[in-house]
Every structure is written in C-alpha cells, then in structure tokens.
Nanobody
Framework: VQLQASGGGLVQPGGSLRLSCVAS????????MGWYRRAPGKQRELVAI???????NYADSVKGRFTCSRDNAENTLYLEMNSLKPEDTAVYYC???????????????WGQGTLVTVSS
C-alpha cells in the first residue's frame, strides 16, 4: 500500500494551498479516503473524508474553507484549502479507511504526511 502526499508549504494567512495524495490503485478504488492533521502540541484531527461516490464530510473547523475531492481515474485524492489561518498549521496525512453510518471514520492506512505552515 502506498499513499504519497504532496503540496504542503509555507503560505500567508488568507492564502490557499492544494494538497494531493496519490494512492496505489488497489487501495484507492472503492474505498473511503480521509485527511487528518496533527498540529504542534495538539491531538490528531480528522479534517475531511470522501467516499468512492463523492460524499464528503468535514470537521467544523474547516467547513466552508476546505474542499476534499478525488479523481478515481488517476487514483488521486485532493484537499483544496482556502482562507488559511495560522491554526491550520499542521502535518496533513492522507488515509484510507472505513466510514460508518454513525459518522465515525477509522483509518487503516496512512501516508507520510506533508507540512502546511500558515504564517506571515
């Protein structure tokens, strides 16, 4: 299983970034994908999930600012991040997992993470 995230970097508050995650075909197809983040000194946070059919769910902290999408033909997961805030600074991880009807998501596989720093 391979999950390769990219697109992180330094951006000013109010700016935008797009993260990408390329997954091996066998793990991408038909599975739920998710983005987590871990900020310095904080617990890991589930940011967004997207099902194979394109249903999405977001953390309240990013609703209206972040958009999760996927290209099933290219086995690629995206996270478009707009109106970035300093509190969005974190390492972002793409994952593959299971999404339950209760709204709980359990990640089974993790990528290596990409660092996003929001600072002036």
């Amino acid at each position: 299983v391979q999950l390769q995230a990219s697109g992180g970097g330094l951006v000013q508050p109010g700016g935008s970034l797009r993260l990408s995650c390329v997954a091996s075909g066998s793990i991408f197809s038909g599975n739920v994908m998710g983005w987590y983040r871990r900020a310095p000194g904080k617990q890991r946070e589930l940011v967004a999930i997207i099902t194979d059919a394109g249903y999405t769910n977001y953390a309240d902290s990013v609703k209206g600012r972040f958009t999760c999408s996927r290209d099933n033909a290219e086995n690629t997961l995206y996270l478009e991040m707009n109106s970035l805030k300093p509190e969005d600074t974190a390492v972002y991880y793409c994952t593959v997992g299971t999404y339950y009807s209760s709204g709980y998501y359990s990640a089974a596989y993790w990528g290596q993470g990409t660092l996003v720093t929001v600072s002036s």
